[in-house]
């Protein structure tokens, strides 16, 4: 172990250390919220009325002892010193009912003795051990609202390491790598305007918010945080563009060049182009800020992230995909297999873009283990998470049902069953009929059952130890395992499962080269350097997608459509177009709120079914997550399989659609798909 700790570079321990500690902390403050609920329950179950016994009780100001007789003498004199005023006066002595003041007094009285009597009985219930039981859940309540309050601070500085992290290393999504010396100086350059913008944004945005009225101190400090991020990043690009590689090809093409600039940097010239063009400088900080209040959701999606890169350093994936291959299947339906058990852990992760990240290169590497031709391969790690965004309990769901009082979860969730289902047995059908290179000939039942019996052997101590974390958290903590918990649970998991592999991997011979490396230090250092890069490109990219929604928002480019159509047909048609193209430039969560705000109420009142709306929307997204010139997914997969994997895809012969398999099938499948759940529900209802 020491020797591992010393082989750490200086990028590891600037960058992976400190965002694997954030991390860490982030799931920390998570479950300790889930502790202390189990610890106000328990007090109450130990000592009935145990949140009043969770501070020491102040003793009544009233005096029990005072005499009756005193207190009404008293009352009545109050009562008819304030009702004489120049009325009264001119009519005589004001009245008073004695009779109804003394019961006040005697109630009054009553009411204070038995608030003395319950001191008392408190005071006599506070004992050294509750006094310990109460401290103990008094410093973990304490955890809770630390890390409420220092959820977006972690945020801002996860987005400044990993961001900075990703500059650094040139792993920023675009839509190809920097390969000549032209590709590298106009990146950089365009990523130092950018980052310098951002900058400036924040710091008008901080302005701003003096001159209109008071600033408290945390949004002070959220203000100056953003400058740091963002002035970090600055420096990052501008060290890289003073610092090119030795390994640049000379010279370069111009526009082959700007497909080398990251995605998140056009979206931020765009929209700062804009907000300045309007005169509101501070518009890309303004819309950066609002992250904040989403800020639990953006770090889930860095704990998913981070799962799937702790998943990647296990055996898991490769001993699941042992259980089908004793049945030979062909790669089309190995594949088919693949994405659709891949839609599970996809309605967890919420969006289909983080599970690519995510799982992307493990399903690859096993398909291709498995025979997989690489356009194959690259199609069904593109395509992993697009079938599980329409299963519960997908948060993308949750979010829709949320902004839409139209739609429940129970109603989306339904029917997302069913176009899960269309969605899986379409990729089916155009995997094993366009381009199938193998024939199916399953293995027989007889030999196949046995040998598979064998080889879900191995997964046994896997299922236990999630068991185990499950049900630690059911029992102990009274937590299932749910779109809300599945990302503070899911990190448990795969450290108690690297933890297993740790020690289960001494006794173990090694089982060559695909193995990932045995330790638990190293399986976490490991996945951690995977992650910082990917969560740093990531938010950025989500970030700027909320500002170029912005930018549609203020334009107001949806208002350039009418509010309705008489036939929905025809509505329906233009919304398929629409909901493409917001797929193919934002991400899914800032999408789903512009649509919220925006097309939905012209699909309402055009007739369209909310329920069918919304599958038509999520069906649609995921199409332009897949579809040129941008195709999101495409380019997240290549950045977690690699780009020579992909080049070699690139090269390899045959005819055009062979050439171009891992664009035209994912295209076909969802293409087909989205027309089916768009129109077919029409001729029943409209």
């Not at 919220?596 to 995921?622: C, D, K, Q, R």
């Not at 090269?651 to 077919?680: C, D, K, W």
Request: glycine share 6%; with cysteine.
């Amino acid at each position: 172990m020491a020797n591992e700790t010393t082989q750490r570079t200086g990028l590891e321990w600037f960058s992976s250390l400190p965002a694997c500690l954030l991390l860490l902390l982030v799931v920390l403050f998570s479950t300790s919220s889930d502790i202390h609920n189990q610890m106000l329950s328990g007090g109450e179950a130990l000592w009935s009325g145990y949140f009043k016994l969770r501070e020491d009780p102040s003793r009544p100001e009233c005096n029990p002892d005072r005499s009756v007789d005193q207190a009404v003498d008293a009352r009545v004199r109050q009562l008819q010193s304030s009702q004489q005023d120049s009325v009264t006066s001119l009519l005589g002595e004001a009245t008073v009912d004695r009779a109804k003041v003394r019961e006040s007094v005697e109630n009054a009285i009553a009411q204070c003795r038995e608030k003395h009597a319950d001191f008392a009985t408190l005071k006599e219930r506070i004992t050294p051990s509750v006094k310990a039981y109460r401290a103990v859940e008094g410093f973990i309540g304490d955890i809770i609202a630390a890390g409420l309050t220092a959820q977006p601070y972690i945020l801002i500085a996860i987005v400044m390491i990993c961001a900075a992290t990703a500059t650094l290393s040139r792993h920023h999504i675009a839509m190809r790598p920097m390969e000549t010396r032209l590709d590298y100086t106009l990146s950089y350059t365009l990523q130092t305007i950018a980052n310098v913008m951002l900058m400036g944004s924040s710091v008008l945005y901080r302005q701003v918010s003096h001159d209109v009225g008071a600033v408290s101190l945390e949004q002070e400090l959220l203000h100056d945080f953003w400058i740091v991020c963002f002035a970090v990043l600055a420096l990052a690009s501008l060290y890289r563009l003073i610092r090119p590689p030795s390994d640049l090809i000379p010279g370069g093409d111009l526009g082959r060049a700007g497909l080398a600039v990251p995605l998140y940097t056009g979206m931020c010239l765009i929209s700062g182009s804009y907000f300045v063009f309007i005169g509101h400088g501070a518009g890309i900080g303004v819309y950066l800020d609002k992250l904040m209040e989403l800020s639990s959701m953006f770090l889930n999606v860095a704990l998913y992230v981070w799962v799937g890169m702790m998943l990647k350093q296990t055996r898991l994936a490769t001993l699941v995909f042992n259980v089908f291959r004793p049945w030979r299947l062909p790669p089309e339906a190995l594949a088919v297999v693949a994405v659709a058990v891949a839609a599970i852990p996809t309605a967890y992760t919420g969006a289909s873009g983080i599970f690519v990240i995510a799982a992307g290169a493990v399903i690859y590497s096993e398909l291709r283990a498995a025979g997989a031709r690489r356009h194959l391969a690259l199609a069904a790690s593109a395509m992993s998470g697009s079938l599980g965004v329409v299963l519960r309990p997908c948060l993308l769901v949750v979010i829709i049902a949320y902004l839409n009082r139209e739609v429940t979860t129970d109603d989306l969730f339904g029917w997302g069953v069913w176009v899960f289902l269309l969605t899986a047995g379409m990729f089916l059908l155009i995997s094993n009929t366009i381009n199938r290179q193998s024939r199916f000939e399953p293995a027989p039942f007889g030999e196949a059952m046995p040998a598979m019996a064998r080889e879900l052997l191995p997964l046994v101590p896997y299922a236990l130890v999630i068991m185990g974390v499950v049900l630690f958290y059911s029992l102990a903590l009274d937590v299932g395992v749910d779109e809300f918990s599945a990302p503070r649970i899911l990190p448990v998991i795969m450290l108690a499962i690297l933890v297993y592999e740790h020690f289960a991997g001494r006794r173990r011979p090694a089982e060559g080269p695909r193995q990932p490396p045995r330790g638990f230090e190293r399986s976490i250092r490991a996945a951690t350097n995977d992650t910082t890069a990917e969560i740093g490109a990531l938010l950025l990219l989500f970030g700027l997608s909320v500002s170029l929604g912005g930018v549609i928002e203020r334009a107001e480019l949806m208002q350039m459509f009418p509010a309705s159509f008489d036939s929905p047909w025809t509505a329906m048609l233009l919304m398929v177009v629409v909901l493409v193209i917001l797929g193919m430039i934002m991400d899914a969560f800032g999408a789903v709120i512009l649509v919220s705000a925006t097309v939905a109420s012209m699909a309402y009142a055009s007739g369209v079914n909310p329920i069918h709306f919304w599958m038509v929307t999520l069906v649609a997204f995921e199409l332009g997550y897949l579809s040129p010139p941008v195709a999101l997914n495409h380019l997240l997969t290549r950045q977690v399989v690699g780009e020579q994997e992909v080049l070699a895809a690139q090269n390899e012969g045959g005819t055009f659609y062979q050439r171009h398999e891992r664009i035209i099938m994912p295209l076909i499948v969802m293409g087909i798909s989205l027309l089916l759940v768009a129109f077919v529900p029409l001729m029943f209802y409209a």
